[in-house]
């Protein structure tokens, strides 16, 4: 069979049909623009200018009867924690002097690498408390926010923070240096709430974040819109590469609850120091880290009764023991060795080892009655022999039980 051959001009009559039905990029229909959702179709808010470029500021206003949970946000004044701080401008400073600062950052690590693109802080004016946050849409707008917060800042005289001594106050001085901006709270106090957290609640909560604080303490759980801290710097970073602003709501709400909370949780603070006993402490371990707080501060009469308090609420074995040692050993203090006494002897009965290693130092200090002294030692040893407890600790008991044992014995001449 003979084949059939293409001519030259058969396959360029072939190509000319194939071009024709090629749709050249003319005639391709124009691609669909890709979606922004700017800042401000998402967060209700404004462009402000300063001399350093425009920053977004979204603004928010809480009456002066706004409750945050169970607690108002308007604090009373606190002596006792510019004592606690060891700055009297705390007591001295007025309401409207105080700045309420939070940041949200692009990580955790510090350093000039982080920086925060959004900065919330709120202070009272004229009875509201009025909360602004400045958002850097790119890290080229980083001077316009913190010219920004300086303005704001400007009235203030004192910073309250959560974590911010750690954290939110170096980072803020990094940046304001790297920009060769004036820092707007040099010289400011600082009142950090989480060192002042974990002395009223460690030993009560297994948390002293902030968020778990404000759902325990202060009685409110975040609306749905809520983020995780850890997420927020990528949704950030989400944000920057596809200009898609609609996921910030949650990160805005965040910094928002945490800027309220933190003027929340210091008008509760402020309000359990000055009123314990009127139903604001319920808790027996409240009144027991209210006590140590006192008797640190040299507040003992105050310290004795918040201990009592706490004593008579109810509290584990554990925490009992813990309660009245610390009582006891403040009584001695005070010079009220009765009452000393009367807790030793109820706590000895309970089984607590340090109470009848106390009434043995009172019978043989005090009363100068060697037998008792050595019943009392004996009665502390037979209990630590009974305890389930970790070896080196009844090891600690034993020597210095034994020790003291030879030397009374050594007194009646056994």
């Not at 360029?12 to 050249?24: A, P």
């Not at 701080?85 to 309420?100: P, S």
Request: neutral net charge.
């Amino acid at each position: 069979m003979a084949q059939h051959k293409t001519s030259i001009a058969d396959k360029l009559k072939q190509f000319g049909n194939l071009r024709d039905n090629i749709t050249t990029a003319k005639d391709l229909p124009a691609p669909k623009p890709v979606d922004r959702y700017e800042i401000d179709s998402v967060v209700a808010g404004a462009f402000c200018p300063t001399p350093l470029g425009d920053v977004f500021v979204a603004e928010q206003r809480y009456a002066q009867d706004y409750r945050h949970g169970e607690s108002l946000l308007i604090p009373l004044p606190f002596p006792l924690l510019a004592q606690w701080t060891a700055d009297t401008r705390l007591t001295d400073l007025n309401l409207e002097k105080y700045a309420f600062l939070d940041t949200e950052t692009s990580g955790l690590a510090g350093g000039t690498g982080t920086y925060a693109f959004l900065v919330g802080v709120g202070r009272f004016v004229q009875g509201q408390f009025l909360l602004q946050q400045f958002f850097m849409r790119d890290p080229a707008e980083e001077p316009a926010l913190l010219e920004g917060l300086a303005r704001f800042l400007a009235p203030c005289e004192a910073l309250i923070t959560f974590n911010g001594k750690a954290f939110d106050a170096p980072l803020l001085v990094t940046r304001y240096s790297l920009h060769r901006i004036p820092l707007p709270f040099k010289g400011y106090a600082h009142l950090d709430l989480l060192p002042l957290a974990r002395r009223l609640w460690r030993d009560r909560l297994p948390s002293r974040a902030l968020k778990y604080l404000e759902e325990h303490i202060l009685g409110l759980t975040r609306a749905t819109e809520e983020v995780p801290g850890y997420e927020i710097p990528w949704l950030y970073f989400d944000y920057l590469r596809t200009g898609d602003a609609r996921p910030l709501h949650g990160v805005f709400y965040h910094n928002a609850m945490d800027v309220v909370a933190m003027a929340a949780l210091l008008a509760h603070i402020s309000d359990m120091l000055a009123n314990p006993y009127d139903g604001r402490v319920q808790h027996g371990l409240d009144f027991i880290a209210l006590g140590k707080l006192f008797e640190e501060l040299g507040h003992w009469d105050e310290a004795a009764r918040l201990y009592e308090r706490g004593v008579e609420t109810g509290l584990t074995e554990a925490d009992f023991g813990v309660a009245v040692r610390r009582l006891s050993i403040l009584q001695k203090k005070r010079g009220d060795i009765d009452q000393a006494l009367r807790l030793w002897q109820e706590a000895a009965e309970r089984g607590h080892v340090y109470a009848h290693i106390e009434l043995a130092k009172y019978y043989e200090h005090q009363l100068r009655d060697i037998k008792s002294a050595i019943k009392w030692t004996r009665s502390a040893r037979k209990h630590i022999e009974r305890m389930e407890i970790p070896v080196y600790e009844r090891k600690h008991w034993l020597l210095e039980i034994e020790h003291r044992l030879a030397r009374l014995e050594r007194k009646a001449g056994i």
